[in-house]
């Protein structure tokens, strides 16, 4: 059974760059896509970016300027870098396993991490 | 402004039979792309309910199903419980957009 696990920084100051890595325990990691996807407080779900495991990467054209998604195949995982963030990126982050087809859906999720951006 | 548009709340009593509803258009649901529904429980990770447009996972019980419909989809939950209170998101792909998968801004399902 595939389990996602996800790390970083929860607190971070206007213009700092938020970092996170989720780590892929138990299933392929090559044969899929993996996302970030953010939540912020009390609102929907936005879908930030993805990669493959030879560093293919989308983004959500909103935050591509800020964002890189990034690879380590020997130890599958995957990052998420987020610069210059301000108050409107505190957010709810999720890792998610996707497919490379439209049709796929996000399955499994990470457990998520509260990022809050505060002065 | 969510792509996908679902109402902002639902409620029913217990053993009820509630319809969530999921409305796109011809470039996303209406174009045929699937849909795929997410059950968040208070303070936890979205989880798969349905993908495929109406294929429940694994552990999922049969109360729930998904249909869809031109540029609509739902999530039918039968026999309702306390426990399926939470909050419902749909998902799919849209062409015509750069975002390429976007979800519905959510419903808030409450038994009473």
């Known amino acids: 059974q595939v389990q996602l696990q996800q790390w970083g920084a929860g607190l971070l100051k206007p213009s700092e760059t938020l970092s996170l890595t989720c780590a892929v325990y138990g299933g392929s990691f090559s044969d899929y896509y993996w996302n970030w996807i953010r939540q912020p407080p009390g609102k929907g779900l936005e879908w930030i970016g993805e990669?493959?495991?030879?560093?293919?990467?989308n983004y959500n054209p909103s935050l591509k300027s800020r964002v890189t998604i990034s690879v380590d195949t020997s130890k599958d995982l995957f990052s998420l870098k987020l610069s210059s963030v301000t108050a409107a990126d505190t957010a709810v982050y999720y890792c998610?396993?996707?497919?490379?087809?439209?049709?796929?859906?996000?399955?499994?999720w990470g457990q998520g991490i509260l990022v809050t951006v505060s002065s | 402004q969510s792509v996908l548009t679902q109402p902002p709340s639902v409620s029913g009593a217990p053993g009820q039979r509630v319809t969530l509803s999921c409305t796109g258009s011809?470039?996303?649901?209406?174009?045929?792309?699937?849909v795929h529904w997410y059950q968040q429980l208070p303070g936890t990770a979205p989880k798969l309910l349905i993908y495929?447009?109406?294929i429940r996972p694994s552990g999922v019980p049969d109360r729930f199903s998904g249909s869809k419909s031109g540029t609509s989809a739902s999530l039918a939950i039968t026999g309702l419980q306390a426990e399926d209170e939470a909050d419902y998101y749909c998902q799919s792909y849209d062409s015509g957009l750069s975002v390429n998968w976007v979800f519905g801004g959510g419903t808030k399902l409450t038994v009473l």
């Open positions: 998610a396993r996707g497919g490379e087809r439209a049709s796929d859906p996000f399955d499994p």
């Open positions: 011809s470039s996303n649901i209406g174009a045929g792309y699937d």
């Open positions: 495929g447009n109406s």
């Open positions: 990669t493959s495991h030879i560093g293919n990467t």
